[in-house]
């Protein structure tokens, strides 16, 4: 399995922080945009190297995709 890097080519592990690099809407949160810089505390690695999962303020469950953080 190869490992799950971050934008910035940093290798991310489960419980790592990460910040946003742009603003993201969330599909399906009826309207939930998350911003640039909000920080996201104890991600969690998913099979595929390229998305994350965390929990946000009003997002539980969040699938996120590596271009768009970077470790914190």
């Given at each position: 399995?190869?490992?799950?890097?971050?934008?910035?080519?940093?290798?991310?592990a489960?419980g790592?922080?990460?910040?946003?690099?742009?603003d993201l809407?969330?599909?399906?949160?009826?309207?939930?945009?998350?911003?640039?810089?909000?920080?996201?505390?104890?991600?969690?690695?998913?099979?595929?190297?390229d998305?994350?999962?965390?929990?946000?303020?009003?997002?539980?469950?969040?699938?996120l995709?590596?271009?768009?953080?970077?470790k914190?």
């Open positions: 399995m190869s490992d799950t890097r971050d934008s910035n080519g940093a290798i991310l489960d790592d922080s990460v910040t946003l690099i742009k809407k969330v599909k399906g949160s009826g309207g939930v945009t998350l911003k640039r810089g909000t920080l996201v505390k104890k991600i969690r690695l998913t099979g595929d190297p998305e994350i999962e965390a929990n946000v303020d009003k997002v539980r469950g969040l699938v995709r590596t271009e768009f953080v970077k914190a």
